[in-house]
């Protein structure tokens, strides 16, 4: 499966334009991913308008992608159709790269400030996935300092994206009543007891001749009762 993600480096050098300024906090910055929680179906909205912030507020050189992992699913309807939709592996959650820049004093990195201003400050931005630094004093919730996504994670989430098979699903579920449109048993009702979306059949237990008989059927053969 092609994918959009094929360049998901997590700790890729700044371009040489950067790296040639003569200041020392720029030489020594990366770029990291980091996980940001947005409100619910929000997730598009959030990327949009980050990405027309970047150049409105002179932030390109420190915001660099805003991805939102999908993978595809088809769904099978109950008159057998298929619609091929993308799924978020995530809701509720951005994933964003931002320049890091590493503390003199303590060597760790450090999502840089201008970035997480601007990304904070999003409308439906909820906050950064990270490490809770409470208060010295009160009872308040402290500030939720952003945790880089280490390599390993950013790997296989988008590895998981590029080579993710598309998935099946369909309307019915084991246990739904339903009716029997066409077909030697057209009319008759039953039960749902195994669906197969990827053959787009289900099984279901059928009363002929008083007993319960389980059956296979085409998906579009059945309509959902109730």
């Known amino acids: 499966m092609t994918s959009e993600f094929t360049d998901y480096d997590q700790q890729d050098p700044l371009n040489d334009s950067m790296s040639t300024t003569d200041d020392e906090s720029v030489k020594s910055a990366k770029r990291f991913w980091y996980a940001v929680q947005v409100a619910s179906g929000c997730e598009k909205k959030v990327k949009s308008t980050i990405e027309q912030r970047l150049h409105t507020l002179d932030v390109a050189d420190r915001i660099f992608r805003i991805e939102i992992p999908q993978t595809p699913i088809i769904k099978i309807k ?10 978020k ?23 840089d400030d201008e970035a997480w201003q601007v990304i904070k400050n999003t409308p439906n931005v909820i906050n950064f996935v990270g490490a809770e630094q409470r208060r010295s004093t009160g009872r308040g919730r402290g500030h939720v300092k952003p945790m880089p996504l ?77």
């Open 89 to 111: 592996v995530f809701p509720g959650y951005v994933l964003i790269q931002v320049r890091a820049q590493q503390s003199p004093d303590t060597g760790e990195w450090q999502i």
């Open 78 to 87: 109950k008159d057998g159709s298929r619609q091929t939709i993308e799924e």
């Open 150 to 226: 280490s390599a390993a994670e950013v790997d296989r989430i988008f590895r998981k994206v590029q080579e993710q098979e598309p998935v099946h699903r369909i309307d019915l579920n084991s246990g739904d009543k339903i009716k029997v449109l066409s077909g030697p048993f057209k009319d008759f009702e039953g039960e749902v007891i195994e669906v197969s979306p990827e053959r787009s059949k289900l099984k279901a237990l059928l009363s002929i001749f008083g007993r319960e008989t389980p059956v296979e059927l085409e998906v579009n053969q059945v309509e959902k009762e109730g």
